[in-house]
């Protein structure tokens, strides 16, 4: 079945990297996305990787994917107070079109001065 | 830069009462879809939907919810008649294509409505 998991929180002061992880368990082919959710608003597409990539990279973002262990990762560099925000993995599976998204719990990043 | 809306915002309503919720996805784009989020818990699928009918619905979207495309431009779920776990965030997204060579293209979120079932 799919699952996506998150750790639930993190602190970084600004200017440090800050590291997100996620897992899933779903092994068909899939596309993982990062979503960031800033408080009241909507769920704003940062990245994302297809299951064949190893890495990619977006300015400040570098997204890593480790398919053996089904473990994501996202790294923001230069963290800053601007990226306190909940952020979401999420996964769409070839089995369903990769049509719907099925979410991780969110990781709520917060960046203290 | 276009962007998916909602309305309301917020709606409160009373148990047993029918909600509609609107949307107004990206105007070149063909998938629709509704997620919702109980507070503090995963954003989760409702529904997806594309040429007038719906696509795939997940066990949570039950006969009290329904779909619908009434015009060109909006997209609204309704609820019958409301239960209090039906209480959440509401979000709507929009796809521009269908899949398959296109698949990377990237499902577009609104900024949701929050429904309080009293």
């Known amino acids: 079945g799919e699952d996506v998991e998150q750790s639930l929180f993190l602190s970084v002061r600004e200017g440090d990297s800050s590291v997100i992880n996620c897992t899933y368990t779903d092994s068909s082919s899939t596309y993982l996305y990062w979503y960031k959710q800033e408080p009241g608003a909507g769920l704003q597409l940062l990245t994302y990787i297809f299951s064949n990539m190893d890495m990619k990279q977006d300015q400040r973002l570098t997204v890593l994917l480790n398919k053996k262990d089904k473990h994501l990762s996202l790294r923001i560099a230069d963290t800053q107070t601007g990226d306190s925000a909940i952020y979401f993995c999420?996964?769409?599976?070839?089995?369903?079109?990769?049509?719907?998204?099925?979410f991780g719990t969110g990781t709520r990043l917060l960046v203290s001065p | 830069e276009p962007e998916v809306t909602q309305t309301p915002s917020h709606q409160v309503t009373q148990m047993g009462q029918e909600v509609i919720l609107r949307c107004v996805p990206i105007s070149n784009h063909l998938y629709f879809y509704w997620y919702r989020q109980i507070l503090g818990q995963k954003v989760e699928f409702l529904v997806s939907f594309y040429n007038n009918e719906i696509s795939e619905k997940s066990e949570i979207f039950d006969d009290q919810f329904s779909v619908e495309r009434p015009d060109g431009s909006n997209f609204t779920l309704k609820i019958r008649s409301t239960k209090l776990e039906d209480s959440a965030m509401y979000f709507c997204a929009s796809r521009r294509l269908a899949g398959g060579r296109s698949s990377t293209d990237t499902q577009y979120f609104g900024p949701g409505t929050r429904l309080t079932v009293l």
């Open positions: 999420a996964e769409s599976l070839r089995n369903t079109g990769f049509q719907k998204l099925v």
